[in-house]
């Protein structure tokens, strides 16, 4: 993998275990020559996992639309800050540059990110991993959530496994390795025909 898209929090949150979290990550990045692709400010966990990753000697490409470059406060340490016109061509834009995405902890914009680049696995729109970095057991209850979906029939199982999921950067970067997306175009080509 070249580059890896981490979607994460705007805020740090309360436990420091989260920060720490996002400092390895943007670490390790840079010590096995991945670019992090991320939404370009310089708040909360996305200052802390890019700071980190420059630091070591990483590269950094940041993707921010216009309206946001002064709420998220557009980093201007990036080896790259892509401008852009809206959240719909950050992220597919960032979909587009990386070849696969980490999750750390966040709120509603990193859910929304990490939704929303399932759906298009789920859809065979790409087949590149995605990942959970499941710090202190945070995406628990969402992990949970989507086996109520398989249970409740509103999911596929293997769907589920479309969401790797794992609490250390070593066993993160091995599943997303080892990553063998499903046959969904097949799939979906034999649902038409039923
Ligand atoms: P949050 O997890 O809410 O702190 O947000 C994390 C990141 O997601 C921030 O950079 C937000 O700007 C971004 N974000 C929030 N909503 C969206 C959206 N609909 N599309 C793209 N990015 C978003």
Same mark, same amino acid.
């Given at each position: 993998m070249?580059?890896?898209c981490?979607?994460c929090?705007?805020?740090?949150?309360?436990?420091?275990a989260?920060?720490?979290a996002?400092?390895?990550?943007?670490?390790m990045?840079? #010590?096995?020559s991945?670019?992090?692709?991320?939404g370009g400010?310089?708040?909360?966990?996305?200052?802390?996992?890019?700071d980190?990753?420059?630091?070591?000697?990483?590269k950094?490409?940041?993707?921010?639309?216009?309206?946001? +470059? #002064?709420w998220?406060?557009?980093?201007?340490?990036?080896t790259?800050?892509?401008?852009?016109?809206s959240m719909?061509t950050?992220?597919?834009?960032?979909?587009e540059?990386?070849d696969g995405?980490?999750?750390?902890p966040?709120g509603?914009?990193?859910?929304e990110?990490?939704?929303?680049?399932?759906?298009?696995a789920?859809?065979?729109?790409h087949?590149?991993?995605?990942a959970?970095?499941?710090?202190?057991?945070y995406y628990?209850p969402?992990?949970?959530m989507?086996?109520?979906?398989?249970? #409740?029939?509103?999911?596929?199982?293997?769907?589920?496994? +479309?969401?790797?999921?794992e609490?250390?950067?070593?066993?993160?970067?091995?599943?997303?390795?080892?990553?063998?997306?499903p046959?969904?175009g097949k799939r979906l080509?034999? #649902?038409?025909?039923?």
């Open positions: 070249r580059r890896i981490v979607f929090g705007s805020r740090p949150g309360v436990n420091p989260y920060r720490a996002a400092e390895a990550l943007g670490q990045l840079a #010590e096995r991945i670019e992090l692709v991320y400010g310089n708040v909360g966990l996305m200052g802390i996992v890019a980190a990753c420059l630091a070591a000697g990483g950094a490409v940041g993707v921010i639309p216009r309206a946001l +470059l #002064e998220e406060v557009g980093h201007e340490g990036l790259r800050l892509e401008v852009v016109d719909h950050r992220k597919a834009r960032m979909a540059l990386a995405f980490i999750a750390l966040g509603l914009g990193t859910f990110e990490l939704f929303e680049i399932l759906t298009w789920q859809l065979g729109f087949n590149k991993p995605v959970l970095f499941n710090v202190e057991d628990l969402l992990v949970q989507m086996e109520r979906g398989v249970t #409740e029939g509103f999911m596929k199982a293997e769907n589920r496994g +479309l969401l790797l999921v609490d250390t950067l070593v066993a993160l970067m091995r599943s997303m390795g080892a990553y063998h997306p046959a969904v080509r034999d #649902e038409k025909q039923l």
